[in-house]
Every structure is written in C-alpha cells, then in structure tokens.
C-alpha cells in the first residue's frame, strides 16, 4: 500500500519542466495553457534574433523554428500527462495497485528515469557534432565559433533531447505497465478490479505519449542532414509506434469491470431497462449482450422505449441472477448511464456507425450465439409478425449501447456502489 | 426515413386488467421497481411485492433509507414491471407493466391480511424479527397498466 508520505510526494513531486514552468518568470505568472505560447514567443523571438545578429543562412531559420515548435508541441501534451497521471484513483485489486503504484513512482518521482533518456540522446549529439563539426557549421553559417551562440545551440539542443528521451521512457513504462496490468487483471477475485475510468485515462495517457513520440516528426527535416541522425530518429519514431500499440493492445485485455459483476452480465439472458419521460419512469425487459466493455440491448423502433431514449438518453439496466429458494443466489447489477442507439439511417446515425464500424457486427454476432433459439424462431417465424417486431436491422430494429455513469452490485440485499 | 411507422393500433384496449395479466401479478416473484431522480433519471431495483386483489394495487416493501424511497419522496410516479421469462420462446414471454402513483405508508397501518401474505410469500428470504422499524411499504395504484404476450399488447387505463 502507499504510503500518506508517498501520496503526498507523488502530488508534489514535478518534472523538471513542470518546475521551470511554476517557478521561472514570466510563466509563473501565465495561466498553464499559455504558458505554452509564451514559450514558444519567447524562444523564438531569442532564435530569430539570433539569426539576425549572425546573420545565419535561411534554412537555419526553418530548422530551428521546427525545433522550437517541436519542443512547444511536446509541451502542450505535457500539460496533460503529469495532472492526469497524479489524479488517476487507486484499483481495488492489490497487484494492479501494486503495478500502477511502482508505474507512478517510476515516471514522476525517479529522477533518474526522467533524465536518463535525455542525457543519453544529449551525449550523443554532442559527441556526434564534435566527431562530425560539418553539420553544425552548415547551420550557423558565419556565427559557427561564437561561444554565445554555441550556448543556445545547446540549451535547444537539450530542450529537444530532454523531450526525445522522456517521451521515450515514459512510452516504454507505459508498455511495461499495460502489459503487467494486465497480467494482474487476471488474478482478480470477487469485486476488485481497476474502475474503468482509470483505465480510460491510462489509455488517454498512452495515446499522449505516442503524440509525443510523434511530434517527433517534427525534427525529421533537421535530421535529414545527416543519414546517421535520420534513420536514428526514424528508429526511435519506430520504437514508439511499436511500443504504442503495444500498450494500447495490452490494455484493450483489461476487464473493465469486476470478476462478479462480469459474472451475472455474461450469464444471464434478460435485462430490464428503465428510462423516463416527463417524470415517468417506464422499466421493461430487454434482450441484452455484453461485450467486456458496455452493455448492448436490441429493441424495435415501434417500442416506446426507442421513443424515450431519443427523448432522454439517461437510462438504468437492471441484470439479476433470480433464485426463488436460496437468498444466497440473488444477484443483481444496476448499470445507470448514458444510451446511445445505434443502427439508425440519420446523419447521426451513420457518424455512429462509421465510428463503431465493425464492432457492430460482433455485437449482432454476440447476440446471435447467446440467443440461437431466438434467432431461429425470427427466422422460422419472422415473416407472421408485425412488421415493427421482425429482425431487420435499420428497418425494425435498433442497437443501443449503455455506456455507464454509476454502477451498483448487490448480493442478497446488500448493495456496493462500485466506481465507474 | 426508411423506419417502418410503429402502428398504434396494434395495441389492444382493454376495460378491465385482463385476467392472464392479472395472473401474472398474483403469481410472480419478482417486481422490477423502476422511480426517478431530478432531471428524469431512472433507477431501478428488483423488489418482493403482493398484489392486492381488492383495490387492485400493488404493495411493495422496502428499507427507508434506500434510493427509491428518497426518489419517491421528490417524484411519487414509479413504474412496476413483474414478468414471465421465456428463454427459449420469445412468443411465450408475458408481462404486466404498471405504471402509477406510489403512496408510502409506515408498516404499522398496513392491513395486517396483506403483511401475513407478504411474510409468507417470502418466507425464505426474510431474516428472523421481520419486518424491522426501519421499513416502509410502498403502494401503487396503477393508473395504465400494460399487458403483452409475444408480440401482441393490451392497455388498460383508469379512467376507461
């Protein structure tokens, strides 16, 4: 478990630029968001400056305003990753707290993680420019010896390093993490879990580092100048993607919700929806699959339910396990949230669909083998039924995904709340 | 635009509660107990109830402390669904689904014919020294009550 001293240095402890940001003036008397702009006015107005006073060559102007840009883009997801990280809420199972706890101290309190990266690219370039002074007396032109100007070089040749190297680390702690919560997801028992919200941020800060590693992009034209850096930079954009989707993919196996509550939405057939119209509520039974994320049920476009939802999109989905004689066995789940329905022929509509695409087709899929016998009798049986009741998807029938707010589990008659 | 138009006229009207819907409500166990919080977000629990065959109400007992209690308080129109599930058949499934005005009433004023009924029905899952002081029940009065078996509907309303 964390400690309150860990908690507390985990929400005082700041990169590097963060502190630069909070301490150094003007940006600490900038609002967060421009403080990126007065980087960028700043910086660049030293670097045109600069060229005017050495009157550097014009491409010198370009390649150093891609730097710039680059660190100032890098910035700006920076104002992202590290709040979100801090606030990012404890999982109730002990390994993926334990993985996500040690992935924390790792990015925000190791210094040495933080720079390692850095330093390491920094060195390099250094070192290269010494073995190969060609390259940098092409870019400064006649101000190439001037200690003032080699200062400068240098300070931007940090700032893009710094950012090169972190954005490294943080995308290989980020793979790291996902992989290994994922393998601790497994091991959860009961009502543990990692509430999905974490789990969505965790995604939204794997989708931060690969624009990270992709702003990278950004250099490749300075980089072009020399075969060694460029395919060196190509490399690194190539180990970020991978690294990426590895992440990404590895954390697309997480449950998002507990081991029981997944229980009785996997093997129950029937749920009951309730929405509400001019302060009447109206609860039904649905057909319904689950698909390890949100909850989807089938209804017709003749059903009053259908009327509702485009009314008032907030809805509540009840899946109870019933058993007459033993109280034990009672289960239930309330799942309250947000309805989206999909399959409709509007503008919307298609937007949805083109958004959701093939998932669509798994979830009909899905339907389709937890309900073989209901299947077959619409397709025995379609053609006697009233029109608005046959299973012609667009036509008669819609899909609607829930996608939850607030979430409540109950054994016998004791409710938990659990976190969405 | 390419949806087929719901036919109202498909709904059956009926003058009294139809009887296979009243069976269902003497029958069933289960009632799904649907209120609503401010701005019309529904919440829905599963509840033991007893059917009232005099009044034809629906008594329905719970903690008063819960949500649907405090829901109720601030919006006495609730949503009763009790129904029979047919896995294998969709044209076998049933329901009754009443929709109405709930009155609550301490535990101590409810006719004592309808707590006994209640006590029995539940007898499994009512803990010894039932019922507690910190219950209330609820009663509804169904102002339109909907009746489906497959795919065909009646609707009773009050005031037909």
């Known amino acids: ?420 | 635009m390419f949806q087929i138009k719901p036919n109202k006229k498909q709904t059956i009207i009926t003058k009294t509660i139809p009887e296979d819907a009243l069976d269902i409500l003497r029958n069933g166990f289960f009632a799904y107990f649907g209120t609503s919080e401010h701005r019309c977000i529904p919440h829905l629990t599963a509840m033991f109830y007893v059917w009232d065959e005099t009044n034809q109400t629906i008594f329905l007992v719970a903690a008063k402390s819960s949500h649907k209690i405090l829901n109720i308080r601030k919006n006495n129109r609730v949503s009763v669904t009790v129904d029979i599930r047919d896995p294998v058949d969709p044209s076998k499934n049933s329901g009754v689904l009443i929709r109405g005005r709930a009155m609550m009433i301490e535990m101590e004023l409810v006719k004592e014919t309808m707590t006994l009924i209640f006590m029995e029905k539940y007898i499994e899952f009512l803990g010894k020294g039932y019922p507690p002081g910190s219950r209330i029940a609820i009663r509804v009065t169904p102002d339109v009550l909907s009746y489906w078996r497959g795919t065909t509907f009646f609707r009773w309303t009050k005031d037909t």
């Open chain 1, 1 to 420: 478990m964390t400690s309150r001293a860990q908690r507390t240095r985990l929400k005082n402890r700041k990169w590097i630029y963060e502190d630069i940001v909070e301490r150094v003036p003007p940006f600490r008397w900038l609002p967060p968001t421009l403080d990126v702009v007065a980087q960028l006015v700043l910086v660049e107005g030293l670097g045109i400056a600069a060229f005017l006073y050495w009157q550097m060559p014009i491409n010198t102007v370009i390649f150093g305003s891609l730097a710039i840009a680059y660190t100032v883009v890098w910035s700006a997801g920076c104002l992202f990753i590290a709040p979100s990280l801090r606030r990012l809420r404890d999982p109730t199972n002990e390994p993926e707290l334990e993985v996500l706890e040690s992935y924390r101290g790792r990015v925000l309190l190791n210094r040495g993680y933080e720079l390692i990266g850095g330093v390491s690219f920094f060195v390099f370039f250094v070192g290269y420019m010494f073995y190969n002074p060609n390259i940098l007396q092409g870019f400064l032109g006649a101000g190439y010896g001037n200690p003032l100007l080699f200062i400068l070089i240098g300070v931007l040749a940090w700032d893009v390093s710094y950012r090169l190297g972190l954005s490294f680390v943080a995308t290989l702690l980020a793979a790291n993490r996902s992989i290994r919560l994922s393998l601790a997801a497994r091991r959860r028992r009961g009502l543990q879990y990692t509430a999905y919200s974490e789990v969505r941020t965790l995604k939204f800060l794997d989708s931060v580092n690969l624009y990270w590693g992709a702003s990278a992009i950004l250099v490749l034209p300075i980089a072009a100048a020399d075969p060694l850096i460029f395919y060196g930079l190509l490399a690194f954009l190539g180990a970020i993607l991978g690294l990426s989707a590895l992440s990404l993919m590895a954390m697309e196996t997480v449950p998002w919700l507990p081991p029981d509550v997944e229980g009785v939405l996997l093997n129950e057939r029937f749920a009951y929806v309730g929405v509400c119209t001019k302060r009447q509520p109206h609860v039904t039974p649905v057909i319904f699959a689950y698909d390890g994320k949100a909850l989807y049920f089938a209804i017709s476009v003749g059903s009053a339910k259908y009327r509702i939802i485009k009314e008032n999109r907030n809805v509540a989905v009840l899946v109870d396990m019933r058993d007459r004689k033993n109280p034990v066995n009672n289960r239930a789940v309330l799942i309250r949230g947000h309805a989206q329905i999909l399959g409709e022929i509007s503008p919307i509509g298609i937007l949805r669909m083109f958004v959701y695409g093939l998932w669509l087709v798994r979830v009909w899929l899905r339907f389709q083998t937890k309900y073989p016998r209901y299947t077959k009798f619409y397709e025995d049986r379609g053609d006697e039924l009233p029109p608005v009741w046959q299973i012609k998807p667009f036509v008669s029938r819609v899909l609607v995904r829930v996608d939850p707010v607030k979430m409540t589990y109950w054994r016998e008659a004791s409710p938990t709340p659990l976190r969405v």
